[in-house]
């Protein structure tokens, strides 16, 4: 059994900016110690947990089929939230999204994912990059604090669809590629 997800990924560049905008919280709250690294930061589409290993290929080449379906889009207006998270909050950035057909496929994922005998959560899809686990701390960030760096990121197109597991290790996680996809232009 292996832990995985699917997720879309920003550019370098994003990242970047992220990263920047990271350090700006550390700086007004320092208590924050568990930033997320630079090479793990995406945009969860669909959680999938432990996941044997005969139906990665399944999975896999479903994912293949599935961007197809898609194309690439933006999400935008970014704002920093404080997200409750079983006992270890995150501190996000949320994005809003008008692409109807990625809820769609989103609800097909998961029944296909169903068909395998995943347990797979109902919650509605939302964009969120975690920027932070907040582990014993509680902060409410002001957007308008780094509107400068917001502005920076308010948009992001994403065009990149990765399957990753995921390996914990004491010092984190670490997010290996099983399969990424390009999504293609109309």
């Not at 905008?21 to 589409?45: A, C, D, M, V, W």
């Not at 990665?56 to 479903?62: A, H």
Request: proline share 4%; charged share 25%; aromatic share 12%.
């Amino acid at each position: 059994m292996q832990r995985t997800f699917v997720a879309f990924e920003p550019s370098e560049q994003v990242k970047e900016h992220i990263c920047q905008l990271t350090n700006e919280i550390q700086l007004k709250y320092p208590q924050i110690k568990h930033r997320t690294k630079k090479e793990n930061l995406h945009f969860t589409f669909r959680f999938i947990g432990d996941t044997k290993d005969e139906d990665l290929s399944k999975i896999s080449s479903y994912l293949e089929e599935f961007a197809t379906k898609l194309h690439p889009f933006s999400i935008n207006n970014g704002q920093i939230e404080w997200y409750p998270f079983n006992h270890s909050p995150l501190l996000c950035l949320l994005y809003t999204f008008h692409y109807p057909n990625l809820i769609t496929q989103y609800q097909q994922f998961g029944d296909f994912l169903r068909g395998l005998n995943y347990q797979i959560d109902n919650r509605r899809l939302n964009f969120h990059l975690t920027l932070a686990r907040l582990k014993g701390i509680e902060i409410e960030p002001q957007n308008e604090a780094y509107q400068s760096h917001l502005t920076m990121i308010n948009e992001i197109k994403l065009d990149k669809l990765v399957y990753y597991k995921s390996v914990l290790l004491r010092t984190g996680a670490v997010y290996q590629k099983i399969k990424e996809i390009n999504l293609k232009e109309e």
